[in-house]
T-cell receptor, first 114, second 114 residues
Framework: DGGITQSPKYLFRKEGQNVTLSCEQN?????MYWYRQDPGQGLRLIYY???????QKGDIAEGYSVSREKKESFPLTVTSAQKNPTAFYLC?????????????FGPGTRLTVL | AQSVTQLGSHVSVSEGALVLLRCNYSSSVPPYLFWYVQYPNQGLQLLLKYTSAATLVKGINGFEAEFKKSETSFHLTKPSAHMSDAAEYFC????????????FGAGTRLFVKA
């Protein structure tokens, strides 16, 4: 089955530590996205990538970093510079051929800072 | 600038009653509009999308939405609520030029009472 996987499902981090969230897709999509979800705030875009080895900052990129070395993978690192990282993180992907940009989402990773 | 406003962060209906979730958008160009559903601790799933082919759009699970340009609205409806419809619903807007950023509303949580 084609889809998007995210791991781990739950992640706990101590203050001052960097952590990396995994996102893999086998849909052959060119574009991938990372969103942060907080209660009552909807989804906010962190980073997105349209092609391998290229990515752009979204609306709340500070304290985060990404890489896109392979088409199917788009890992997100939450650095110690992110002051309030506790949130639900969602990865998504889409084709670039369709003009409507329907996005397919992974199951999410819940990050908690202890 | 594009934006999406969902009226009501929480909506409660009785099982069998009409479901109406409101969404208004602003866009300087003809928009592509989406409704996504999110069940607890899961990713988002596409319910339906408007891509200018027809103003009344039918989606999965008996949901439909009507695009009204004069009212800049894209409200989601279902004639008869089921307990399984309890979830959070997000309205989203995307540029019709195939832009890679989608703007999500803050979400409306639907409660269904027995």
């Amino acid at each position: 089955d084609g889809g998007i996987t995210q791991s781990p499902k739950y992640l706990f981090r101590k203050e001052g530590q960097n952590v990396t969230l995994s996102c893999e897709q086998n849909l052959n999509h060119d574009a991938m996205y990372w969103y942060r979800q907080d209660p009552g705030q909807g989804l906010r875009l962190i980073y997105y990538s349209q092609i391998v080895n290229d990515f752009q900052k979204g609306d709340i990129a500070e304290g985060y970093s990404v890489s896109r070395e392979k088409k199917e993978s788009f890992p997100l690192t939450v650095t110690s510079a992110q002051k309030n990282p506790t949130a639900f993180y969602l990865c998504a992907s889409s084709t670039l051929a369709g003009v409507d940009n329907e996005q397919f989402f992974g199951p999410g990773t819940r990050l908690t800072v202890l | 600038a594009q934006s999406v406003t969902q009226l009501g962060s929480h909506v409660s209906v009785s099982e069998g009653a009409l479901v109406l979730l409101r969404c208004n958008y602003s866009s300087s160009v003809p928009p592509y509009l989406f409704w996504y559903v999110q069940y607890p601790n899961q990713g988002l799933q596409l319910l339906l999308k408007y891509t200018s082919a027809a103003t009344l759009v039918k989606g999965i699970n008996g949901f439909e939405a009507e695009f009204k340009k004069s009212e800049t609205s894209f409200h989601l409806t279902k004639p008869s609520a089921h307990m399984s419809d309890a979830a959070e619903y997000f309205c989203a807007v995307s540029l019709n030029t195939g832009g890679f950023k989608t703007i999500f509303g803050a979400g409306t949580r639907l409660f269904v009472k027995a």
